[in-house]
């Protein structure tokens, strides 16, 4: 899958590519995993997204998924495997050896807390118990990265602002960051994550809107999240009221 970056200047895209730490954490099975391979095809300024889909696997493979706890993904209505301490520690070790290899290629390394993927999961009250000290062990391990975070899930019981704010505030200092990237949604409350009326769609989303509630809150630069498809000046113009630095457009996939 792949994403672009716009700042509010309106520059050439950067391009940002969601890749897979490991085979069982991809979020269709045509997903690419990392490796050596893989990075030596991607354009040189590309930004890699390290991945896990946690739960979220389960809405392709046979396979019974794994994550933090013993928690159902709102799509496939599958439960996941709760991983033991050591397959946890197994899962850091995959995602800082991810970080090493993007880094020894010259790129920026961005980790994904989204989607409902295993450190969504991780982090969210809708799948207690909440362990965002398991996020926070990933982000010190890629350190220094880019979290890709869920500022709210949208849903009833579910992240709210203050407390992906205050998240926020600690995945910053965890990854080392001078930047984050802020969205919002969850599958639980899908009407919310793609909003569409009639025959139209919310352009820019509530991604957005939830974004800026880390203007004045966070030391860091914030970029926005929006679909793709989205005119580049819509989103551009969206972002600079909202204060972000800019916007990542990237493809939702629809269950």
Known sequence: MQLHRVTVDE????PLVRLAVRADGRRRPTQAVV????????????????????PAASRWSLERSVAVDAVCDPVSGRRAR???????????????????????????????????????????PLHAPSRPDRVLEVLAACAPCIPLLTIEDLAPGGL???????????????????????????????????RRK????????????????????????????????VPVAVAVNAARRVGLTGVVMEEFDPP
Do not use: Y
């Open 82 to 124: 709760a991983v033991t301490d050591s397959e946890w520690s197994a899962l850091v070790s995959a995602w800082m050896d991810a970080a090493g290899l993007v880094r020894a290629t010259g790129r920026i390394v961005a980790v994904a807390v989204d989607a409902d993927g295993l450190l969504h999961t991780a982090l969210s």
């Open 11 to 14: 520059v050439p895209p950067t």
């Open 198 to 229: 009639g025959g139209s769609v919310d352009e820019t989303g509530l991604a957005l809107a939830s974004a800026g509630w880390c203007i004045g809150r966070v030391d860091a630069s914030i970029v926005g999240v929006v679909r793709a498809g």
């Open 160 to 194: 709210d602002a203050s407390a992906g704010v205050a998240f926020a505030r600690a995945a910053i200092m965890a990854a080392r960051a001078t930047t984050i990237m802020a969205t919002a949604g969850t599958g639980w409350l899908l009407p919310l994550r793609d």
């Open 35 to 54: 490796d050596d391979e893989v990075l030596a095809s991607l354009p040189a300024d590309t930004i890699v997204v390290l991945d896990h889909a946690g």
